[in-house]
Nanobody
Framework: QVQLVESGGGLVQPGGSLRLSCAASGSIFSINDMRWYRRAPGEERELVAIIDSGGRTHYANSVKGRFTISRDNAKNTVYLQMNSLKPEDTAVYYC???????????????WGQGKQVTVSA
């Protein structure tokens, strides 16, 4: 069993900062890609950022230069540092990790429970 638990998020004024964390626990052999998605009300899910096992990153154009994704492999945790937040960043943010539970099983896709981020004056 693998569980992803998110923390962070909340309400912040425009221009402010927040950090999200997503820790995986359980039977974990290795973790490949880690991602953050978001879904705003009435909109489709959007891939915000991705970091691979080598630390290479990719960002959506809408957050490039403002958000930073990072990972701590010792803690099986991925972070999303969000700076210069805008009202249009308001959404529920979900983490997603590609996890192998043994050396012999296919990689599975696991999701966090989601965290609300609201940017408002």
């Amino acid at each position: 069993q693998v569980q992803l638990v998110e923390s962070g998020g909340g309400l912040v004024q425009p221009g402010g900062s927040l950090r999200l964390s997503c820790a995986a626990s359980g039977s974990i052999f290795s973790i490949n890609d880690m991602r953050w998605y978001r879904r705003a009300p009435g909109e489709e899910r959007e891939l915000v950022a991705i970091i691979d096992s080598g630390g290479r990153t990719h960002y959506a154009n809408s957050v490039k230069g403002r958000f930073t994704i990072s990972r701590d492999n010792a803690k099986n945790t991925v972070y999303l540092q969000m700076n210069s937040l805008k009202p249009e960043d308001t959404a529920v943010y979900y983490c997603n990790q590609d996890i192998a539970t043994t050396p012999f099983t296919p990689v599975g896709s696991y999701w966090g429970q989601g965290k609300q981020v609201t940017v408002s004056a």
